[in-house]
């Protein structure tokens, strides 16, 4: 995880957001489940981690004061999502 | 609230220019069935929810809806990117590009403005849940139509992942709709 590109890191945030939505969804009709939800803050947790890196390194993810823009405000700079990358 | 997230749910990367598929695709941005109603439509009915769990769910999909929305109208921007005005002409999509150039707007395949009508909030639990119940499905055969009608994997790939999110949504559906029948 060291030497990751910031596309590299980008998928592995991709992929935990998308199983931790698709787990929310089901916690949301299984709010019982305690398996379901220690895998849930498990991921929440490493994803946490895995942001954090990336907004470090590479800029912000999220607006509204949720990603400290490190290195000036780059927030602004392309890519946005729908840019062919 | 909600918060922005500047990220696509699911990668979009289409590089080969498609006028027939974007104007195809405006069916799932904002027609009867598209992702724009559906967001809406979850968004809305929330409100007046007596259970915590079926608020948390229609507040949850119609987020990833969202999310959805913009997967389309990227689709849709790439497919337009390169494009000249000839080609819009021969694609039959004059209209378009007088109107619009190469942005998306909420109207169906056929040029159709999205309309609220295409929403339901009858205020009765169940019988909300069962419309969105049904409308994931007529997402699920919209995607099914679109992937029939794209011979680009570019294309074909997202709206497979799409299509596989409604199914998931029809499920999460059916156990909203036990939770509420059993309250």
């Known amino acids: ?85 | 609230m909600w918060l922005y997230e500047k990220r696509l749910l699911y990668p979009v990367s289409i590089t080969r220019p498609n006028a027939r598929m974007a104007r195809l695709l405006l069916e799932q941005y904002a027609g009867g069935a598209s992702e724009l109603t559906a967001a809406v439509t979850y968004l809305n009915q929330r409100y007046t929810m007596p259970e915590g769990a079926v608020r948390a769910i229609l507040t949850d999909i119609g987020t990833e809806e969202l999310a959805h929305l913009e997967m389309v109208a990227g689709m849709i921007t790439q497919c337009l990117a390169g494009l000249s005005q000839q080609d819009f002409k021969a694609a039959g999509m004059g209209g378009w590009y007088a109107a619009h150039r190469r942005s998306p707007f909420p109207a169906d395949s056929s040029g159709v403005p999205w309309t609220a009508a295409y929403t339901v909030s009858s205020g009765d639990p169940a019988a909300d849940i069962i419309a969105d119940m049904a409308a994931e499905q007529q997402a699920r055969t919209a995607y099914e139509g679109l992937i029939s009608l794209s011979d680009d994997a570019a294309i074909t790939d997202p709206l497979d992942f799409l299509r596989q999110r409604e199914i998931v949504h029809y499920q999460r559906f059916g156990e909203a709709l036990d939770i509420v029948r059993a309250s």
Request: net charge negative.
């Open chain 1, 1 to 85: 995880m060291n030497n990751m590109t910031a596309a590299g890191l980008m998928q592995q945030i991709a992929e935990y957001e998308f199983l931790l939505a698709d787990l929310n969804l089901y916690l949301d009709t299984h709010p019982s489940d305690t398996r379901a939800l220690g895998d849930y803050n498990s991921y929440a947790a490493q994803l946490r981690t895995l942001k954090d890196k990336y907004i470090r390194e590479y800029g912000p993810l999220e607006n509204f004061g949720n990603s400290i823009n490190f290195n000036g405000w780059q927030y602004n700079d392309r890519p946005w999502p729908w840019d062919i990358v």
